[in-house]
């Protein structure tokens, strides 16, 4: 991997779908996201774009080659399962989630570049976050040792609502 590496993130759009049903079949990406049908992937980021709560982008490598998707998303501790079960964190937080979809970009540095991108790109786009939370399964050991490289410290292993084991990891701007 080039060490001028360079990311871009695109809002997530309806004609972003078929890219994302692509990714969404991959080995890598099925076994960490739920696996939707068409129409559930269909309603589900045409929902997820429009929302006011979740902005979903394309991450996009030098300016122009598609490799994943990203998103961030605002804490409600008033819906259970959007955040009711964290623990306390600052009001300032957001949440991400993220994959790399295109396999050809799989374990070669990239993912922990897209997200210190990211993070800086939130700097811009939400100047008042001090927060980010991410939470991984914690089987998913790439995918830690990714955050945990960008900085991203454990704060503790939690159970959702739905009874899925997560690992909650933060990361805190304002020490960096």
């Not at 991450?59 to 009711?84: F, M």
């Not at 811009?124 to 914690?138: A, G």
């Not at 084991?165 to 960096?176: A, G, P, S, T, V």
């Amino acid at each position: 991997m080039a060490s001028d590496v360079c990311f871009t993130f695109k809002k997530l759009t309806a004609d972003d779908i078929p890219q994302l049903l692509v990714w969404f079949d991959e080995p890598h990406v099925s076994k960490w996201w739920p696996t939707l049908s068409k129409d559930e992937t269909i309603e589900k980021f045409l929902q997820r774009i429009r929302s006011k709560d979740t902005f979903g982008y394309i991450a996009c490598l030098n300016g122009s080659t598609p490799i994943g998707y990203i998103q961030y998303y605002y804490i409600d501790r008033t819906v259970e399962k959007a955040g009711a079960w964290l623990p306390e964190l600052p009001v300032t937080t957001v949440g991400t989630d993220q994959f790399i979809g295109d396999p050809q970009y799989i374990g070669k540095g990239y993912g922990t570049k897209l997200v210190a991108a990211f993070i800086e790109y939130l700097k811009e786009i939400e100047p008042n976050s001090t927060t980010i939370i991410v939470d991984p399964e914690p089987e998913n050991h790439a995918a830690i040792r990714c955050y945990e490289k960008v900085g991203f410290k454990h704060v503790g292993e939690f159970e959702t609502p739905s009874g899925h084991r997560q690992l909650l990891m933060r990361y805190d701007r304002l020490n960096r």
